[in-house]
């Protein structure tokens, strides 16, 4: 079993920043691209920033800049500062990842609960 597990998300006011942590665990053998998606309340689902094992980044219009997301190899971990908050960036925020599970030749895409994330203006 492979599972993703979201934390750091909060009420934050405008302007101000948070971290929001993601780790893999399970029978894990390799992970490929990791990132963040969020939905706000009566939308889509959308890309926030994605990173690949080898560092490239890549980020949406309405976060560059203000988000930085970076990747531990070692603990199947991926993380998003959140700096310069503004209430649009209120939503529920989604780790994803691209896992080889053991015993698998396989990539599977991975989903992790979310963690909800609240700017107040």
């Known amino acids: 079993q492979v599972q993703l597990v979201e934390s750091g998300g909060g009420l934050v006011q405008a302007g101000g920043s948070l971290r929001l942590s993601c780790t893999a665990s399970g029978s894990i053998a390799s992970i490929s691209a990791m990132g963040w998606y969020r939905q706000a309340p009566g939308k889509q689902r959308e890309l926030v920033s994605t990173i690949t094992s080898g560092g490239s980044t890549n980020y949406a219009d309405s976060v560059k800049d203000r988000f930085t997301i970076s990747r531990d190899n070692a603990k199947n971990a991926v993380y998003l500062q959140m700096n310069s908050l503004k209430p649009e960036d209120t939503a529920v925020y989604y780790c994803?990842?691209?896992?080889?599970?053991?015993?698998?030749?396989?990539?599977?895409?991975?989903w992790g609960k979310g963690t909800l994330v609240t700017v107040s203006p």
């Open positions: 994803n990842a691209e896992i080889r599970a053991t015993m698998s030749v396989i990539f599977g895409n991975y």
